[in-house]
């Protein structure tokens, strides 16, 4: 059907029109999104339309996707094997350059094995839905990553939140599991047993459910980090599995960029870790590390692994590359850090409320959307690119700029932010107080 010819079927244009409408209702509360047409490679700078910005918002934190090195070694890859992957790993699509990065990752994580997959959504989906038994129960910090909570819903366990790093609401959760725990057997027919006193809802299943503890290391929406030692204490009390996404902490935080868990020395409390080849390492695709035994069954059973081709050559090559580099250079991360700490400092002193971030993720709390919207517009006018974030992204009236850094940024480039922000702040708005 052409796209510009009207449905002749009511059922479609009743459809259509209530798309139209959801769409329309957005626009008025200012939750309506587009895409922006970028030029160029992924930098300090970038070109949008004719004009061109400063760019703070970019996950590629040691300014990989775009180095010279990173770059040969992609275009040597697709010399050597094309570009297309063309088939399913397990069919004939596992490349040796997928081999050569799973065992680099390993190492780099000290793991027994590695497994590469074609997004970190995936990742995290394969390990939350290949692992988990419908008896089983996953605590989720209620600010993971969707991919996190979305695999967690889609694992059909039992999945409770509990609010951003509040862990004596989690330890009251598995405390609460450990005194339900087999004293409510599975009836034939799929029903719980349970005693009047006890909330069914809160019924775990048989004796043989386990307890998953899900979370992010770094925060992408506030940059803030978890406690991984005291997760860690809480999983082994409760016999539960730590999970970690390491996404915004792989390459820049920990011994050799590690991640989180590296950095609070706590690797040995985790289950099975994620993380991702699109931030810091300037690819695309995610990964998952841990025994031998957890590597082989994601292979055998995981459906996001079986069921897709192969990330291109070209991907796993480049980010490769961009390992060594980061562990070659650590002056990357201490720069991006470094900087993040001073932008950090700097906005707080102008009044600004930032939380506390402990990364290169810097968010401004603005509140509204429409405030979000405004601020972001000011400082596209001043050739600064920062996109507003709004719900669904966050919780409604929690909009926020969300100034992300590179290594690459100039110190010319962080005191023009600088002062564009000292603007926003006089003339546009109020910050929201601490």
């Known amino acids: 059907m052409d796209h510009k010819t009207a449905p002749n079927m009511p059922a479609v244009q009743h459809w259509l029109d209530s798309l139209v409408k959801d769409l329309d209702k957005r626009k008025r509360d200012h939750l309506f999104r587009g895409l922006s047409e970028v030029s160029g490679a992924q930098g300090a700078e970038l070109v949008i339309g004719s004009k061109r910005y400063l760019q703070f918002c970019t996950n590629n934190y040691l300014g990989l996707a775009a180095d010279p090195e990173v770059l040969d070694a992609a275009r040597d890859a697709m010399d050597q094997w094309g570009f297309g992957s063309g088939a399913s790993r397990l069919v004939a699509g596992s490349m040796q350059s997928h081999h050569e990065l799973e065992a680099d990752l390993a190492e780099f994580k000290q793991a027994d094995a590695a497994l590469v997959f074609s997004s970190g959504y995936a990742a995290n989906m394969a390990v939350l839905t290949c692992f988990t038994s419908p008896h089983d129960l996953i605590f989720s910090d209620?600010?993971?990553?969707?991919?996190?909570?979305?695999?967690?819903?889609?694992?059909?366990?039992?999945?409770?939140?509990?609010?951003?790093?509040?862990?004596?609401?989690?330890?009251?959760?598995?405390?609460?599991?450990?005194?339900?725990?087999?004293?409510?057997?599975?009836?034939?027919?799929?029903?719980?047993?349970?005693?009047?006193?006890?909330?069914?809802?809160?019924?775990?299943?048989?004796?043989?459910?386990?307890?998953?503890?899900?979370?992010?290391?770094?925060?992408?929406?506030?940059?803030?980090?978890?406690?991984?030692?005291?997760?860690?204490?809480?999983?082994?009390?409760?016999?539960?599995?730590?999970?970690?996404?390491?996404?915004?902490?792989?390459?820049?935080?920990?011994?050799?960029?590690?991640?989180?868990?590296?950095?609070?020395?706590?690797?040995?409390?985790?289950?099975?870790?994620?993380?991702?080849?699109?931030?810091?390492?300037?690819?695309?695709?995610?990964?998952?590390?841990?025994?031998?035994?957890?590597?082989?069954?994601?292979?055998?059973?995981?459906?996001?692994?079986?069921?897709?081709?192969?990330?291109?050559?070209?991907?796993?090559?480049?980010?490769?590359?961009?390992?060594?580099?980061?562990?070659?250079?650590?002056?990357?991360r201490q720069r991006v850090l470094t900087l993040a700490q001073h932008v950090r400092t700097e906005l707080m002193a102008m009044g600004y409320q930032t939380g506390h971030p402990e990364s290169p993720i810097i968010p401004v709390m603005l509140g509204s959307a429409q405030h979000a919207l405004e601020a972001a517009a000011a400082l596209r006018d001043k050739g600064i690119y920062i996109p507003a974030i709004r719900a669904p992204t966050v919780a409604p009236n929690t909009a926020r700029l969300r100034i992300s850094l590179m290594a690459t940024h100039s110190d010319a480039q962080i005191e023009v932010l600088l002062g564009a922000m000292k603007t926003l702040r006089d003339t546009h708005l109020r910050p929201i107080s601490s």
């Open 142 to 332: 209620k600010l993971n990553h969707a991919s996190l909570l979305d695999a967690a819903d889609a694992s059909h366990c039992k999945h409770r939140t509990y609010h951003h790093k509040n862990y004596s609401r989690l330890a009251a959760l598995l405390d609460r599991r450990s005194r339900t725990q087999g004293h409510s057997p599975l009836h034939p027919t799929g029903a719980f047993a349970y005693d009047s006193l006890v909330n069914p809802d809160e019924i775990i299943s048989d004796e043989m459910s386990r307890a998953w503890i899900v979370t992010d290391t770094v925060f992408s929406m506030d940059g803030d980090v978890a406690d991984l030692q005291q997760l860690g204490r809480l999983a082994q009390a409760h016999g539960a599995l730590l999970v970690t996404d390491e996404a915004h902490a792989t390459g820049v935080l920990g011994p050799d960029g590690r991640g989180l868990a590296a950095l609070q020395n706590v690797e040995s409390a985790v289950a099975v870790s994620v993380g991702t080849l699109s931030k810091a390492l300037g690819s695309a695709g995610g990964f998952v590390t841990g025994p031998r035994a957890v590597i082989e069954t994601l292979i055998n059973r995981s459906r996001q692994f079986i069921y897709t081709t192969a990330l291109p050559a070209v991907c796993t090559a480049a980010a490769r590359c961009a390992l060594n580099i980061s562990r070659r250079e650590p002056q990357r």
